[in-house]
């Protein structure tokens, strides 16, 4: 069963500084999806990683896959108020395959 | 270029009645998904479509749910005999798979969810 574990749950930074969400999953897969969530909103894309190495980037947000180490990465650099939500990884269970399999979320609130 | 649509965006409903979501996804996408999500969680799989056809079902969906995509076009999911555990956000999304050897990133775009709350 393929598992996706992201750390830390909950975040609480202030404007101004970087740090990183870290999304572990459990078997092998060929996508990995960033997503953001507002209170109370659905669920906005950010970003796809497909490859080993992949790195994306968007504004303040970057993301990187580490395929081997089964691992990704969301770097926020220089945070702002605005970057205040949940954000989720998803990984599609095997190759090919269809659904998405969450992480937990990890609440982030930025701090002026 | 509308998103994803979900109808209604808010139940309420007594245990044991019988409740219907619909959702209209992105027009042109030929994936359409269900997933729901309790408080505090990520959403988890419970079924999808390609076209018309139902291709998986997560061990979640019980007999009491069922999901239809009767043209391809817009999808209900039908909960009988709610019971509180149901009470979740119910979320739709959409994807696009292009003709087979076309490289797709497969991205589901969600709707804004149904949520249900069952007294």
């Known amino acids: 069963e393929l598992k996706v574990e992201q750390n830390p749950l909950f975040l609480s930074m202030q404007e101004g500084k970087n740090y990183t969400i870290y999304c572990n999953y459990s078997t092998t897969s060929d996508r990995l999806y960033w997503y953001r969530q507002d209170p109370g909103k659905s669920l906005e894309s950010l970003f796809v990683?497909?490859?080993?190495?992949a790195v994306k980037q968007e504004g303040r947000l970057m993301a990187s896959l580490d395929t081997k180490a089964r691992l990704s990465t969301l770097h926020i650099t220089a945070a702002v108020h605005d970057l205040s939500a949940t954000y989720f990884c998803a990984v599609v269970l095997g190759q090919g395959a269809q659904k998405l399999v969450f992480g937990q979320g990890t609440r982030l609130t930025i701090n002026p | 270029d509308t998103g994803v649509s979900q109808d209604p965006r808010h139940k309420i409903t007594k245990r044991g009645q019988n409740v219907t979501f619909r959702c209209d996804p992105i027009s042109e996408h030929n994936r359409l998904y269900w997933y729901r999500q309790t408080l505090g969680q990520g959403p988890e799989f419970l079924t999808y479509f390609q076209n018309e056809a139902q291709l998986e079902k997560s061990r979640l969906l019980s007999d009491r749910f069922s999901a239809e995509r009767p043209k391809g076009s817009f999808s209900t999911l039908e909960i009988q005999r709610t019971e509180q555990g149901d009470s979740a956000m119910y979320l739709c999304a959409s994807s696009l798979v292009p003709a087979s050897g076309t490289l797709s990133t497969d991205t589901q775009y969600f709707g804004p969810g149904t949520r249900l709350t069952v007294l």
């Open positions: 990683l497909l490859s080993n190495g």
